[in-house]
């Protein structure tokens, strides 16, 4: 556990660096956690971070990796709709680099 | 998440016992569960003054209750055979890590409270006082085995070193010091019913997407029924299958055989999951309660048998444990094990393995194939510790090596085996078994995946293998990670019935 102030607000992280209160999450705390994970943040990392945070609201869970394939394939074409893509965004994985810039938990199993 | 820094091993033709290197691995700990999980699962959260006399209670019940755990406390001579056998020994270098060692720090406490010489004279038999040192060298090297078994083949005396790791993790929640990460997914099955946590929603939704899929793929309205009362088979898999790449190929691998089968099939919401964690740590209560969901489940649903997917660990809990868990071996009076038992099929194996059901259907020629689809692929097959070693499948012995690869050469052209000694029985893990799947683990499981590495790389190499099957989501989960590491494409590994759906003719 670990406390930072990001852009004048405490945050508390757990050990991974994922948020404990996932009500803490803004941009600011997207950018800090984007550069602690050395991710660039652009336009391309922000339209997956969205779509993560909508599908979250919706079902309480990060989206499986098809669907957030899909999701971006319908919006940005085909070529960009597939999981290589995403580890161009997200090299650690985008499952759970994504999530925690985007303020959700780690998603568990044997993932 | 960037992840610490360390070196990966170098690729060799043979993997050669390293000079061993104490304390390489001392500094390597896994994160301890919260306070949260480790109430929902009845333990305490932190060492309590009364730490020690709880831990030796504890390891005195475990002995009471489990004869083979004090028969493997008694039982090593120190020979030797182990010390080479494990892919952490080998990978790491670390001498806590040959199997005698790291069992040797349980033993010498045992010695100590539990063997008369031990107790009056500790200094001659190398008994030792259980102190927080002890304990937390406990924590770092139970959580460095993946109770894969490996050495246990090779023990002259069959001493299952899983065992002793189970009752040393074991004995660690009791005294406060649970895995974050196995504890976490302990709670999320019990609570949600599967261990990434996916809520049925969720699922359908996920599960829905995947038929639109499917169909604009074949043309074929390939279904994943959920929840569908009065359906012949309950499949169960790993939750890895709904959500991740590689793993939901193969889920799309079973769809299909399904639907050329005609069969009537469902997946459940309540038992959205194959995986017992509760595995990992012996504790028959939790492993109970976790498979008892899948009972439910089939009781509720009425279905006439149970399949269970591509998951190694799950297929060794159903195989050799859910019979004494939630069968009729648990107890011969209980009315909803005896209701369950009425109510499967007796004309087929109960569980089923995925494999050998769709090796039965190509062997009645049910399933139609066009091999040359996977010739863009030269495979080989990694054997999954639990399904090698703690099951089998099909009728004759081996069938838990024969089925998984008959299934391969049905679908595909291009076959080759790695070297003898690495595969079948000998099998190593991927490095990442038995609840060390998490990140703060990565370099035992990099340093680990070694031995499997150098065995996939002499394929790689001569018979320019570039596909790894196999039938099990955390060796799938593993792979994807440490591949890379390697210099292989995270891309090369896949499941069995990734290969199948791809070969598969639908109409």
Known sequence: ?111 | MAGPEFEVPTLTEYTDVPKIKPGAMAHVKSFVAPQGPQDFLGYPFKLGEDWKERAIDKMGDLLGKYRSLRVFMDACVHCGACTDKCHYFLGTADPNNMPVARQELMRKVYRRYFTLPGKIAPWLVGAADLTEDVLNQWYNYYHQCSECRRCSVYCPYGIDTAEVTMAGREILNHVGMGQKYSNEILVKVQKIGNNLGLPGPALEDTLLGLEEDMEADTGVPVKMPLDVAGAEILLVTPSADFFSEPHVDSLIGYAKVFHAAGASWTLSSKASEAGNFGLFSGNYETMRKVAMRIRDAALELGVKRIIVGECGHAWRVAYSFWNTLTGIGFDGKDPFSIELQQQLDPRYPQPMHICEYTWDLIQKGVLKFDKSLNDDRVITYHDSCNVSRGSRMGDEPGGQFEIPRNIIKAVANNFHDMAGETIREGTFCCGGGGGLLTDDLIEVRVKGALPRMNAYNNVVQKDKVNFLALICAICKAQFTKVLPYYGFDRGSVGGVHQLVSTAIKLD
Request: hydrophobic share 35%; with cysteine.
């Open chain 1, 1 to 111: 556990m670990a406390t930072v102030n990001i852009a004048g607000k405490d945050v508390e992280l757990d050990e991974e660096g994922f948020l404990t209160n996932l009500a803490d999450w803004n941009r600011d705390v997207a950018e800090y956690m984007a550069k602690e994970e050395k991710v660039d943040m652009t336009e391309s990392h922000w339209e997956v971070i969205d779509f993560l945070r909508e599908y979250y609201d919706e079902y309480q869970i990060a989206p499986a990796i098809r669907v957030l394939t899909k999701a971006i394939g319908k919006k940005l074409g085909p070529d960009k709709g597939n999981n290589k893509y995403l580890y161009e965004l997200f090299p650690y994985g985008p499952a759970k680099q994504a999530c925690k810039i985007g303020g959700l938990p780690k998603p568990t199993g044997c993932i």
